[in-house]
C-alpha cells in the first residue's frame, strides 16, 4: 500500500461517493445517541475533500495540510474536528515525502491517535473513533493494506458494540448504549471497506 497525492484524491472522490449511500444510515445510527447529523455532516465533509485539488501540493505533507484546511471549512462538528486533526497531523508528519509506504502508517496513526486524544479529551476504551484507530494500527502492524485496515475497524465495531459509551453526549444514555454502534465507529468501518472493496481503482 503506497500513498501518493493522485491516489490520496483518489480515496477523498472514493469516500465522497460512498457518502451517497451511507449518509442516511449514520443518520439513522447517530439519532440514537445524538442529533442524527453525522451521516450529512461527513456528506459535506467528504464533499469538500472531493473538491480539493492537490496536484499542487509539493510534497505529501503539504496535501495532507490542504486536505485538513478543507475538513476544517466543510464542518464544525466534534466528529470532523477530529478528521482535521488526524489530517493536519499527518501532513506534519509527512512533509518533504513524495509518498507514504504502507509500514509508515502504523507509527503516523499512532501520532493521529495521541493528537485526537489531546483534542478531544477521549481515550482508548470509551468507545470512540480512538478505539477505532488503535485496532486499525494493530491491523497494519500485521499487514499493511486497507483490507487488514478494514478489517481492524469492524472488529472495534464489533467488540465495543456490547460497551457502554463513556464520553461524549452519548455518555448521558449510560448503560442504554449498550448494544448500539457509537456512530464515528460505524462511520469509520463502513467507510474503511468500501476504501478496501474499491483499492484496486483507487
Known amino acids: 500500500m503506497t500513498v501518493t497525492k493522485a491516489n490520496l484524491s483518489a480515496c477523498a472522490k472514493a469516500a465522497h461517493q460512498a457518502m451517497g449511500e451511507l449518509e442516511q444510515e449514520l443518520n439513522a445510527a447517530d439519532a440514537k445517541l445524538g442529533d442524527g447529523d453525522t451521516g450529512s455532516m461527513l456528506a459535506r465533509l467528504f464533499a469538500g475533500l472531493a473538491q480539493t485539488d492537490l496536484s499542487q501540493a509539493e510534497d505529501m505533507g503539504a496535501a495532507f495540510s490542504t486536505l ?59 468507545k470512540t473513533i480512538l478505539d477505532s484507530l488503535d485496532a486499525v494500527i494493530k491491523s497494519l502492524i500485521r499487514e499493511p493494506t486497507l483490507h487488514a485496515a478494514a478489517e481492524g475497524a469492524q472488529r472495534a465495531l464489533d467488540d465495543f458494540r456490547s460497551k457502554p459509551n463513556r464520553i461524549g453526549r452519548a455518555r448521558m444514555f449510560g448503560d442504554k448504549t449498550i448494544g448500539i454502534d457509537d456512530p464515528g465507529m460505524l462511520a469509520f468501518a463502513l467507510l474503511s471497506r468500501r476504501l478496501a472493496d474499491n483499492s484496486t481503482a483507487i
Open 68 to 126: 485538513a484546511k478543507a475538513a476544517a471549512l466543510s464542518t464544525g462538528s466534534s466528529l470532523g474536528t477530529l478528521v482535521a486533526t488526524a489530517l493536519l497531523t499527518i501532513g506534519k508528519e509527512s512533509k518533504g515525502r513524495t509518498n507514504l509506504d504502507g509500514s509508515d502508517m502504523p507509527a503516523l496513526l499512532t501520532s493521529v491517535m495521541e493528537a485526537m486524544m489531546a483534542r478531544g479529551k477521549a481515550a482508548p476504551g470509551d
